[in-house]
């Protein structure tokens, strides 16, 4: 066993956790309370999981409640970290477009089973890509047009339709949400071992299996998140997803899309 679940481990987890917020404290990141919140619903939220998860992952209906709660979580949290307004729910476009034609591309194939024991682990980690993405790509694009508002009108005043003078602004910033992942996919084996093929090697599988799992896995993601950035792109160009009641330049919601 990697660890011991004992009070040595809870003191520890305790004291990161501290330092964690103390330092963002210090360095007046203003993220102190979220930090230890953060740590503790991540706490809570692991002992239900653990303690549900032997019945989920042998019940097909309760397996695939468990994989639309997460989905459900994921466009809830993604929504309020791009806007604080009522066109949060778009973010279920990117979220769903990204995951589930992959999930079921994946199931229809047989490369993943229709067993709990699999497919939660594999949708759980497509679905948090896709929720980073998501978020990364929503917020960087809104305060880019924010910020480059003149832009936008300079190209509207040139005969641009609003979707296209917003994309011409937004697009390289919300294309930037694919870095994390795509680092990530290039520094593989060489400056990080990622979760899935440390877990299978823990678990007693060979070195090859664990590393084909982890290439499917960031395969997997790249194409996820790909999809995810795309469409809020295209949400925010159109403005469905805004921060303010009239969408981002006056025209309304949709403006001249």
Do not use: C
Request: glycine share 12%.
């Amino acid at each position: 066993m990697l660890l011991k679940v004992d009070v040595t481990f809870g003191a520890v987890l305790a004291v990161l956790l501290v330092v964690a917020a103390v330092v963002a404290a210090v360095a007046h990141l203003g993220r102190s309370r979220e930090i230890v919140v953060a740590g503790a619903r991540a706490a809570a939220q692991l002992a239900a999981v653990s303690a549900v998860i032997g019945w989920v992952v042998h019940a097909l209906p309760a397996l695939f409640g468990f994989v639309l709660l997460m989905y459900a979580v994921a466009v809830r949290t993604a929504g309020r970290r791009i806007t604080r307004n009522g066109t949060w729910w778009w973010v279920a476009l990117p979220i769903g477009a990204g995951v589930f034609p992959v999930v079921g591309a994946l199931l229809l194939t047989g490369l993943v089973p229709l067993k709990g024991i699999a497919l939660v682990p594999v949708t759980g980690i497509l679905i948090g890509g896709a929720l980073t993405a998501t978020v990364l790509a929503g917020r960087r694009a809104l305060d880019e047009l924010r910020q480059r508002n003149g832009e936008v009108e300079a190209g509207l005043a040139l005969g641009l339709y609003e979707r296209d003078a917003r994309l011409e602004v937004a697009r390289k910033p919300a294309a930037d949400a694919l870095l994390p992942g795509l680092d990530q996919t290039r520094t593989v084996g060489l400056v990080t071992l990622p979760g899935a093929f440390v877990g299978m090697l823990l678990g007693g599988a060979s070195p090859l299996l664990a590393g084909a799992v982890q290439l499917f896995v960031l395969v997997a993601l790249m194409a996820v998140q790909a999809v995810a950035v795309a469409v809020v792109l295209e949400l925010v160009a159109r403005g469905r997803l805004h921060r303010d009641g009239t969408g981002e330049h006056g025209a309304g919601p949709a403006g001249r899309s």
